[in-house]
T-cell receptor
Framework: GAGVSQSPSNKVTEKGKDVELRCDPI?????LYWYRQSLGQGLEFLIY????????KSGLPSDRFSAERTGGSVSTLTIQRTQQEDSAVYLC?????????????FGEGSRLTVL | GENVEQHPSTLSVQEGDSAVIKCTYS??????FPWYKQELGKRPQLIID???NVGEKKDQRIAVTLNKTAKHFSLHITETQPEDSAVYFC???????????WGAGTKLIIKP
């Protein structure tokens, strides 16, 4: 596609349920990032994928959060046993450049609301 | 590790006036400094960036300046317009930590 695609755009779930958020990066972009943005706040780094290298998981807030990237393209962020504090917009970004040394293209985000 | 501080957190300027947002960084090895604009409810988008081999870069009404000695860089917007209202994020990247470190953001309000 022309840009980074994320789905769902909105997700409302009950506390304790698991959710999966999907990111389809720009074709050919080897770098992929997940960020979390709470209302009115900045960008919180979660995880970074680069090609076939081991992902940088240093930003994941707890072991309830995990992500995978299949075939170097689509990525899925999974949150298990969701909590109310997980409510936020989850942004995915992709880039041609290694580790942020060039432009990041963001998706529109997935807004997660945990009731 | 790298730390990026951004000021002010909120900036309100009269339409037509200039706006300046400043960021400081801690890692002298950082060499790439982008600025992103995020309109309300939208995705962040790159508006301008600068690499450490230049001191200033300009693109129409926006410019970025970099002072490597003082380890700070600034975004300048001239002749502000209502569509400049947004949150602006600065960031720094260096090959000592291989990660883009973000400032906390500045909410720019353009008063009519």
């Amino acid at each position: 596609g022309a840009g980074v695609s994320q789905s769902p755009s909105n997700k409302v779930t009950e506390k304790g349920k698991d959710v999966e958020l999907r990111c389809d990066p720009i074709s050919g972009h080897t770098a992929l990032y997940w960020y979390r943005q709470s209302l009115g706040q900045g960008l919180e780094f979660l995880i970074y994928f680069q090609g076939n290298s081991a992902p940088d998981k240093s930003g994941l807030p707890s072991d309830r959060f995990s992500a995978e990237r299949t075939g170097g393209s689509v990525s899925t962020l999974t949150i298990q046993r969701t909590q109310q504090e997980d409510s936020a917009v989850y942004l995915c970004a992709s880039s041609l450049h290694d580790r942020g040394a060039g432009e990041l293209f963001f998706g529109e985000g997935s807004r997660l609301t945990v009731l | 590790g790298e730390n990026v501080e951004q000021h002010p957190s909120t900036l309100s300027v009269q339409e037509g006036d200039s706006a300046v947002i400043k960021c400081t960084y801690s890692d002298s090895a950082s060499n790439y400094f982008p600025w992103y604009k995020q309109e309300l409810g939208k995705r962040p988008q790159l508006i301008i960036d600068i690499r450490s081999n230049v001191g200033e870069k300009k693109d129409q009404r926006i410019a970025v300046t970099l002072n490597k000695t003082a380890k700070h860089f600034s975004l300048h917007i001239t002749e502000t317009q209502p569509e400049d209202s947004a949150v602006y994020f600065c960031a720094a990247w260096g090959d000592s930590n291989y990660q883009l470190i973000w400032g906390a953001g500045t909410k720019l309000i353009i008063k009519p």
